[in-house]
């Protein structure tokens, strides 16, 4: 170590003295962080100082020196831009339309989209904007909402379906020009930036992932827009409060709330802009020759750029997307009464039926708890070892025949239309199977503390725990039952339980129904709270209600609510083959986007491994790269201003990356839903942005090992060979995101033979 | 060591405990120095942790989870137990082994009367031998924190006196012990952290810091979290001892490389003879073999071993063989056949083959004998010298009691449709042709000529026609199956995946031709002799990820609670009710100590916040010294805190109150530093500090009080009327349990 510390120090004094430009590095004083105008300028100076040489091409070391340190060259980096950008924009549309049917996850996004042109509410486990944007950009293009998207590998025929792809595809193609522009100001060298791009340009997954209806491509391109947006603000460090620095902070701010407005991924980006933005405010708390007041400021405007106008559009989205659906549809279940009456074709929308609950009428029950279910039961027991082994009882969130009650009294089942009230033993039959709502003294399946509900006797002949008595809360003894307004509980009379729902998802077995159970503790919560949702009874008249309507920040917290547990409902299924968070970075295994047999269209969605396996190599080289620099300048080795440079570059640039990364990968490993190979890929435009500058600082560091002239034929020989080997890559894997026909991989005659480095990949 | 007496306030303590050599010239002199408040505290701890430990004579709470787990180490019987590493149960087995318990006991119920051979004292000695240790560690570590002895007094009284931490010190249970070895951890690490760089003392405190971090890991995976916060700390510390330039390259690679070895290998190593002694010690098979794989079974005494022991090694055509699934979910199980048939239609309407059902079948059985057989060639018997069974060769299985060839087929499987049917096969002359050839693809060959070997290899089985691997699916067949285990054809198999690899158990070669003969040879056991022995890392990786991977059942409890409801102790759990009293032993902290912990922690992050932002800008509130002491006092004890009751919220497991009991325990020691800290440096006035020592004295004797009043339920002595329960009740969510007469 000290020995190579030494040889470096030498080495550097001697190119320092060759060299000029370093001088006058040395001699301006600068900021840590250089501004963007700064370096503009400097750039220039660099150019005519490098032009000047290849006019004296005379041979001399200090030449190569130049073409390797003042790559910051303005008119190469806008030719680097524009050709990453062409090519980005090519590589993407190339064959957009192909192939002609709904392909993978289309299936739901491209269904959700002709919900918005339709109008029809529905529910997902995601924020609307990634929909909304698909359903507007369909629109725009002349879809017309109609085709079903009913599963993968329908024909599309004569709809319009290119708009939605094309929408996806250009901003799923703004992801490598975006990545070079992050990295050219985080690094201030274009071979970093170009390195990065093309590993984003040529990569097969992120081609395939952009080329689709998707709410993937629309995830990143505010993912990557929010890093963009952040360093650009960053560099306007010395210029504060100015028109770009306003500019850059609010854009930072939009592309965030469009990001979390997409998918709730979008919450580890705001974590890294958050982290971010800590340490800018903590730099400027040190810095004394900042008063207070304008300390304030700097805070007060970054919480007004980053948190109150990224929570104003997030919640102008949902605004938009509640005005936009307002017709009932597949989503209506999932949301409390009082949500429901909003939506024109439900039955709760100017409802009109029996004002208070009577004996002998046909109900549903609601549980009151956000996302709570309808009280509901089916010809199916509870399995041996779960309670006592009677029909089950459970909370089911979607509209269904199963969820319908009648209301007897506790011995004659016709009884009159007589009211019932507070107060009232009844006594609850399931209209289709006939068995009474009962409880008794066993264990709950899940809640171990509750007793089981179950449905038990038939044609409405049980015993004495078939009796519930209802209560109003907070209301008397004889009051009526109001549908839909009155809160109630039903007490068991054997037990003096409540009925309770649990809100655990129960198995299999339970086909992933809520668990029902009756609750032993008496406090009123929401959970022991039910409603009467629909009120059928021919004997008496029909009355419009008027449902309460609900406040919109109530709608807002009930959607996320409801949203929040769908997501983390969708629980892995015992026996299926899941893709683990350590698949992902080594590419073990990708996703079928369309086809699987021989005579089908293929399209997989899988990584360019060559890339990939760069990415992780370079993650490695990385750490090391970070850990030696850190420990050289820690113990005060002596290094030249543009090794420390590098340093800098590398730890402060790389270190942002990283962390960016992390925080887009490491979560995963805590999430007990189901986890796709999609997931990955926002933590994969961090990683490749990361190679670029690993990379470039060591094809840079050449000089570490090699005398000048030597190194830098190492730099461009090495930079060649990179290039040349992602090329050739992409040549070679390039039918896994442009379709494949004919035999498989395995097969010598398929034109992918060979290609099938891994067993686990499926093409 | 004696230099911290020099700023001791207190005089009652004298002196210093260790040895000092005071000079090498004779005679040798040993001058003992004893802290005295030191030595009462720790009587103090002996006293409440050790009084009446044989009382109740009774099985309280977890004891029925680990007692039975002592009676395995008594009868040297191999367990798997993945709540976790051994050396836990390995501690309360030597309690058990000193009071020459011999494990008949059946541990099935709480509250169940232990019988006279179980030595209850002893086995209850260690945990509360641990837990009144802990005691003094809480003096020497809030002392090592800088703070004065007053402070470390109040420290110690406050952990002395927590209800919580004496109920489960007093019983077989594991919480005191991985406190103790948390606190020592710290202490150690502490203890090294301030000695003089040449005093030799330093390396001995360094590597009991390793040692103790290995034992907490191995008493409790949850120890993982107090390591790596040590870890942590080490690697700040090591981090400005390389930033010291004063220093040479080569002493720091020194210094770097010795933590490295004593914090990291040292643990490491010792972790992997925790588990060296407890598969030493455990060595007989047991309820569990099942679990493990076969070759881990055939290393243990009876059990499978007992079954294999002396089988043929090379599978040859006529073996007759018991294929089981490498994969253990959801049960071992091995590939089974008998006379029934496939229903024509299923409830649903689909259709099936009608063939005789193949299943897996998680009991021995006759009707799991397969004969391995050579397409080419008719007989059934191994023929002299027996012909191996390669990787890549085709063969046919043969149902052994049957005769019916497995087979699979272009048919959806009855549970499963989108993967084949796999049958036995009968020709209904349907134009159903058999299909009933293998190949045999090992999947952890070394060589492509590689035998297949029994239980050693993992066997793949591809359909010759249509490529598809018998495969587990996992789920199982209803009524008209027996419930047992679905087995299928998989076309679409990829990767490695356990459910589609098998290995064969039991296995023997054939010697009759004729089938009755041959039915009666599967019905006698097997025999023959071979030695097979697993290396002990192998043993070792398998059982850890064993016991990493079981799954766990995460059903709620009638005690189990969640993380919230632990910091302001929301819940309870009751351990032992008298069979007909209403003595009865719950745990349950002090509250009032549990309240000021929150306090402090809350007093603590303000004061850090406050230093913090006003120290950004220069304002030096604090000399640098205070800054730093409160810094460490702050990682050690909040950070304690948090590395030890944040994880929990991310946990899927069933969760109890005494999860919690390591976070408390770092959480108490905070309380006393942070008055310290605010007593010196924040209240200037004498009246303030007044009223400060005046609340001191209110808190600590309503701690004393509080713990007063919740010993009967701490020590489940003496007995309570109901009323007197009932007043106990201080919060509605707490269970007391009385008796109605």
């Known amino acids: 170590m000290a020995k190579k510390e030494c040889v470096t120090k030498c080495k550097g004094e001697s190119s320092m003295l060759r060299n000029r430009r370093g001088e006058l590095q040395i001699g301006e004083p600068k900021s840590p962080v250089s501004t963007h105008h700064e370096s503009t300028q400097d750039s220039s100076k660099d150019n005519r100082l490098s032009e000047g040489d290849d006019q004296s091409s005379n041979g001399t070391l200090a030449q190569y020196d130049h073409n390797v340190y003042s790559p910051n060259n303005e008119t190469q980096s806008t030719v680097y831009f524009l050709v990453v950008v062409l090519l980005s924009f090519s590589t993407r549309f190339y064959k957009i339309k192909e192939p002609p049917h709904v392909c993978w996850d289309e299936t739901h996004f491209g269904k959700m989209g002709s919900y918005y042109i339709n109008r029809t509410f529905f529910f997902d486990v995601h924020p609307p904007l990634g929909k909304m944007l698909i359903g507007l950009a369909g629109y725009m293009t002349g879809y017309d909402g109609t085709y079903p998207f009913l599963k993968p590998g329908d024909k599309y025929e004569h709809h319009n379906y290119w708009g939605m792809r094309g929408f996806c595809a250009s901003l799923g193609s703004c992801l490598p020009p975006f990545a070079y522009l992050t990295v050219l100001d985080l690094s201030q060298s274009s071979t970093a930036a170009l390195i990065s791009a093309a590993m984003l340009v040529f990569d097969t997954g992120c081609i395939t992932i952009s080329q689709y209806i998707l709410l993937d491509p629309i995830l990143m391109f505010f993912i990557m827009g929010s890093v963009l947006c952040m360093v650009k603000f960053n560099l306007q460090i010395s210029r504060p409060f100015s028109a770009p620095w306003w500019l850059w902070l609010v854009l930072t701010g939009v592309n965030l709330s469009g990001a979390l407005g997409v998918k709730f991924v979008g919450l580890f980006v705001i974590l890294l802009v958050g982290l971010n933005t800590t340490w800018d405010l903590w730099r400027l708390l040190g810095d004394l020759d900042l008063s207070l007041v304008d300390f304030g400021k700097h805070f007060l405007s970054r919480v007004f750029g980053l948190i109150i106008l990224p929570l104003f559009f997030y919640v102008t989205i949902f605004a938009v997307h509640f005005v936009v659906l307002n017709k009932s549809g597949p989503g209506d279940g999932f949301f409390s009464s009082a949500f429901q009456s909003r939506l024109i074709g439900n039955n709760l929308h100017n409802a009109s039926m029996p004002e208070y609950l009577a004996y002998g009428s046909t109900i549903t029950v609601k549980n009151l708890r956000i996302a709570g279910g309808y009280l509901h039961s089916h010809w199916h027991l509870y399995p041996e070892g779960v309670g006592a082994k009677q029909q089950q009882v459970t909370a089911y969130l979607h509209k269904d025949y199963n969820n319908l009650w009648l209301v007897h009294r506790p011995n004659d089942s016709n009884g009159e239309p007589d009211l019932v009230r507070h107060g009232d033993v009844i006594r609850l039959e399931h209209k289709e199977t006939t068995r009474n709502l009962h409880s008794h003294r066993h264990e709950a399946p899940l809640t171990k503390k509750h007793f089981q509900v179950t449905g038990y006797g038939i044609n409405g002949t049980g015993d004495p725990n078939d009796l519930w008595q209802v209560e109003v809360c907070g209301g008397r003894k004889g009051d009526l039952i109001k549908v839909l307004r009155s809160k109630v509980r039903f007490l068991h009379r054997a037990t003096g339980c409540v009925l309770n729902s649990s809100g655990k998802t129960l198995p299999k077995w339970g086909w992933e129904q809520v668990e029902v159970t009756c609750s032993p503790y008496l406090k009123e919560t929401p959970n022991s709270q039910w409603s009467i949702e629909d009120h059928i009874n021919t004997k008496l008249p029909n009355i419009s209600l008027a449902v309460l309507k609900p406040h919109f920040i109530e709608i807002l917290l009930e959607s996320h609510i409801v949203m929040i547990r769908g997501n983390s409902g969708l629980k892995p299924k015992d026996n299926e083959m899941n893709s683990k968070p350590w698949h992902w970075p080594v590419n073990y295994q990708g996703l079928r986007f369309s086809g699987v047999n021989e005579t089908e269209y293929r399209v997989y969605l899988l990584g360019n491994p060559v890339i990939w396996w760069l990415n992780l190599l370079s993650l490695g080289l990385y750490l090391v790269m970070v850990a030696a620099a850190s420990l050289a300048l820690h113990r005060g080795v002596q290094l030249d201003k543009r090794r420390i440079e590098r340093c800098r570059v590398l730890r402060e640039g790389g270190g942002l990356l990283l962390l960016g990364w992390l925080l887009h990968y490491v979560p995963f490993y805590t999430m007990g839903r189901i986890l796709y190979y999609h997931h990955y890929f926002p933590a994969m435009l961090f990683s490749s942005m990361l190679t670029g500058i690993t990379l470039d600082t060591l094809l840079q560091s050449a000089d570490l090992v090699l005398d000048p002239p030597y190194s830098y034929w190492l730099f461009k020989g090495g930079k060649a060979m990179l290039f040349l080997t992602i090329l050739y890559s992409f040549y070679l894997f390039n039918p896994l995101s442009y379709g494949m026909r004919g035999p498989l991989a395995h097969d010598p005659a398929s034109t992918m033979a060979g290609l099938k480095w891994m067993d686990s990949w499926e093409f | ?741």
């Open chain 2, 1 to 741: 060591m004696s230099k911290r007496n020099e700023h001791t306030p207190n005089q009652t303590c004298l002196k210093q405990r260790g040895t000092m050599l005071s000079s090498i010239k004779l005679p040798i002199v040993i001058r003992a120095e004893i802290n005295l408040v030191l030595v009462v505290l720790t009587a103090l701890g002996v006293f409440s942790r050790l009084y009446g430990i044989h009382f109740p004579k009774a099985v309280v709470f977890d004891e029925v989870y680990y007692g039975q787990f002592v009676s395995l180490y008594m009868k040297r019987v191999f367990f798997i137990d993945e709540s976790g590493p051994p050396l836990g149960h390995m501690i309360l087995a030597f309690g058990a082994y000193i009071g020459g318990f011999d494990g008949n006991f059946i541990w099935n119920r709480i509250g169940a009367e232990y019988s006279s051979n179980v030595p209850v004292w002893s086995l209850r000695l260690i945990p509360a031998l641990a837990g009144s240790l802990s005691v003094p560690l809480c003096y020497i570590l809030v002392v090592e924190l800088g703070y004065s002895h007053l402070t470390a007094l109040g420290a110690t009284l406050l952990f002395l006196m927590e209800n919580s931490l004496i109920v489960q010190s007093r019983f077989m249970l594991l919480e005191s012990v991985l406190i103790f070895f948390l606190l020592l951890a710290v202490v150690s690490y502490l203890r090294f952290h301030n000695s003089q760089s040449s005093s030799p003392w330093r390396l001995v405190w360094l590597l009991l810091t390793g040692v103790t971090c290995a034992c907490a890991v191995g008493v409790k995976y949850m120890g993982l979290f107090t390591y790596l916060l040590l870890l942590g700390l080490a690697a700040v510390h090591m981090w400005q001892l390389i930033g010291d330039r004063a220093l040479s390259n080569s002493v720091i690679l020194v210094q770097v490389l010795t933590r490295f070895l004593a914090l990291v290998v040292l643990p490491l190593l010792l972790y992997l003879g925790f588990f060296y002694v407890h598969l030493t010690l455990l060595y007989r098979s047991g309820p569990h073999d099942q679990m493990m794989s076969s070759a881990f079974q055939a290393s243990l005494e009876g059990g499978l071993a007992r079954i294999t022991q002396g089988q043929p090694l090379e599978m040859a055509y006529g073996s007759q063989v018991t294929l089981r699934s490498v994969s253990s979910k959801p049960i071992p199980c091995w590939l089974h056949s008998h006379k029934a048939n496939y229903p024509i239609r299923y409830e649903n309407g689909r259709g099936s083959s009608h063939q005789q059902q193949v299943t897996c079948y998680p009991f021995k059985d006759v009707n799991n004998w397969w004969i391995i057989k050579d397409p080419g060639r008719q007989d059934l018997v191994v023929s002299s010298p027996p012909r191996p069974v390669r990787h890549g060769d085709v063969v046919q299985l043969l149902h052994g009691m049957t005769s019916r060839f497995l087979n699979t087929h272009d048919v959806a499987a009855p549970m499963s449709p989108h993967a084949q049917e796999v049958s036995g096969y009968i020709d209904f002359n349907v134009s159903m042709p058999a299909q009933n050839l293998w190949k045999v693809d090992i999947a952890n060959r070394e060589t492509e000529q590689e035998v297949w070997k029994t239980i050693l290899s993992e066997v793949r089985l591809v359909h010759v026609k249509t490529s598809a691997v018998l495969k587990l699916s996992g789920s199982a067949l209803p009524e008209w199956g027996f419930r047992q285990l679905e087995v299928v054809g998989d076309k679409i198999y990829k990767g490695y995946q356990p459910t589609g690899v098998w290995n064969v158990e039991e296995h023997r070669y054939g010697r009759s031709q004729e089938q009755k003969e041959r039915e009666l040879e599967l019905h006698s056991p097997t025999h023959i002799d071979i030695n097979r022995n697993l290396t002990f890392m192998a043993k070792f990786l398998e059982l850890q990820w064993r016991m990493l991977t079981v799954k766990q059942e995460t059903s709620e409890h009638k005690y189990s609670s969640s993380p919230l409801d632990w910091i302001t102790m929301d819940t309870n759990i009751a351990y032992w009710l008298h069979h007909t009293g209403n003595a009865q032993i719950h745990l349950m902290g002090n509250l009032v100590t549990w309240s000021l912990g929150n306090l402090a922690l809350m007093g603590y992050l303000l004061l850090f916040l406050s230093y913090l932002l006003r120290r950004r800008r220069k304002i030096e509130d604090i000399p640098e010294d205070t800054w730093r002491q409160l810094l460490l006092a702050g990682v050690v004890c909040a950070g304690g805190w948090a590395v030890n009751y944040l994880p929990f919220f991310m946990m899927e497991k069933t969760l109890f109150l005494y999860h919690y009991l390591p976070a408390l325990t770092f959480q108490i020691l905070l309380i006393p530093v942070v008055l310290e800290h605010v007593h010196t440096h924040v209240l200037r006035c004498t009246s303030h500090r007044r009223a400060l020592h005046g609340a001191v004295l209110a808190g600590l004797s309503s701690v004393y009080l509080t713990f007063w009043k919740f010993s009967p339920l701490t020590y489940g002595h003496p007995e309570l009327s109901a009323e007197q329960l009932d007043s106990l009740r201080w919060k509605d969510s707490w269970d007391v349990l009385f008796r109605r007469h």
